[in-house]
Structures are given as C-alpha cells and as structure tokens.
C-alpha cells in the first residue's frame, strides 16, 4: 500500500508559466511534507517544507499548499524556468522528524523555452 | 559547511559478496538515514539512526543493516547481494528541531 502518490508521472509547460505538481497521501497521521528536486546520479536537493499545521509555505518562485482533509499537497513553481527541469518528489515524514519517511514515485517536470 | 558525504561513489559486486556503504553527515547532524532507489522507483526507506541507535526501519529484509558511530558517521551493510539490491543508496541527515532533510549524492550499486 503506497501511501505517498504522484499520480502525474511526467508534466511539459511552457517557459514563465505556472507548474503543479500533486501529491496525495493516505496516513493522516504525517506531520510534515518536503518537496525535493532531483537531477539523475545525485542525490536529491531540499526544494520546500511544510508542516501538517499550516497550509501554505512560500520560498521564492516555490509554494507549497497542503489540503488536510483531502490529504493533498500540491507544489506551485512560478514562474517555470528550463532550469527547473528535473524529477520531483514528494515526502511525508513523522515525529520526531525525520521518522520513517515515504516518498513517492516522482513527477518528471519539462520546462520548454 | 561540507554537505553529506557518500563513499565510494560507485560500487561494483558479484552475487552474493557483502557490500559496506559509508555516510558522514554534515556537522552537528544526529540523525542518518538510508534509501534505496531503483530505476523508475521513488526512495524506499531503509532505517534511520539517531545517537548511534536505530530508531526506525523501513521494509527490508535482514540482509540490509546499518550502524552509526559516536560521531554520527553511519554505515550501511549488505550481505550476500543479489541482481535486485543493483541501487542507487542514499544517505541523508537532519537536526531533529529543523524540519530539512540533506542527501548526499550517493553510492551506486551495481551486481552482477
């Protein structure tokens, strides 16, 4: 049972406009939720975090919204960059942090020129 | 201040060999833990370690174990490989009062 999906497994958008990438989770009980960029052989790169008490964290041209009772979260890049272009995951993570952490599957984003 | 530092950073083993992967967190990081990523996966959790002790354990079977050092160093093992343990590992550390997860860029596994 995975309790961590990105159902989207890729995205394409268009240079200067608005990426989504969603994530749904299944166990109510995480308490916070990081975005990570990942470029292929390295490891992944801290994007984004929010906690299970807030519903909205913003850094930059990234934010992050979290939808408890539809446990949905959901990362806005804008505007989208080429550099932006990579695989992006979604965790969920318990208390004490980092706990048993799950991750999803990814979201390969494309930023065309 | 030095990121997470994975070693080596690639590994190649035949069936059956044991494998040790090495992880030094970034300084003042207690707490390690270890994924597995294989092609088209997202991380699958191996365990987390916080002041030398094992705190939680992903869904992987004994063959996989770790172990951390006084200084936070941490080590993972792999006895008796299969085809299927061919992985990227990954390390990543974190304070425990700042809710940030820091990877290093792994070790790539590769048996044959």
């Known amino acids: 049972d995975q309790q961590v999906k990105q159902n989207s497994p890729s995205l394409s958008v268009q240079e200067g406009r608005i990426s989504i990438l969603n994530c749904d989770y299944t166990?109510?009980?995480?308490?916070?939720f990081l975005w990570y960029k990942k470029y292929p052989a390295e490891g992944p790169t801290f994007l984004i975090s929010?906690?299970?008490?807030?519903d909205k964290n913003e850094d930059g041209r990234f934010t992050v919204f979290l939808n408890k009772s539809a446990k949905h979260l959901s990362l806005h890049i804008v505007p989208s960059q080429p550099g932006d272009s990579a695989v992006y995951f979604c965790?969920?993570?318990?208390?004490?942090?980092?706990?048993?952490?799950?991750f999803g599957d990814g979201t390969t984003l494309t930023v065309k020129p | 201040k030095a990121g997470v530092t994975q070693t080596p950073r690639y590994l190649i083993k035949t069936r059956g060999q044991q494998v040790t992967l090495s992880c030094s967190p970034i300084?003042?990081?207690?707490?390690v833990s270890w994924y597995q990523q294989t092609p088209g996966q997202g991380l699958q959790f191996l365990f987390e370690?916080?002041?030398?002790?094992?705190?939680n354990k992903g869904n992987f079977p004994g063959r996989f174990s770790g172990r951390q050092f006084s200084n936070s160093r941490s080590e993972m093992n792999v006895s008796t490989l299969e085809l299927g343990d061919s992985a990227l590992y990954l390390c990543?550390?974190?304070?425990?009062?700042?809710?940030?997860?820091?990877f290093g860029s792994g070790t790539q596994l590769s048996v044959l």
């Open positions: 929010i906690s299970s008490i807030k």
């Open positions: 300084s003042g990081h207690r707490s």
């Open positions: 370690y916080f002041s030398e002790t094992q705190r």
């Open positions: 990543a550390s974190s304070f425990t009062t700042n809710e940030k997860l820091f």
């Open positions: 166990n109510s009980m995480f308490d916070y």
């Open positions: 965790a969920a993570f318990g208390v004490p942090f980092p706990g048993k952490s799950t």
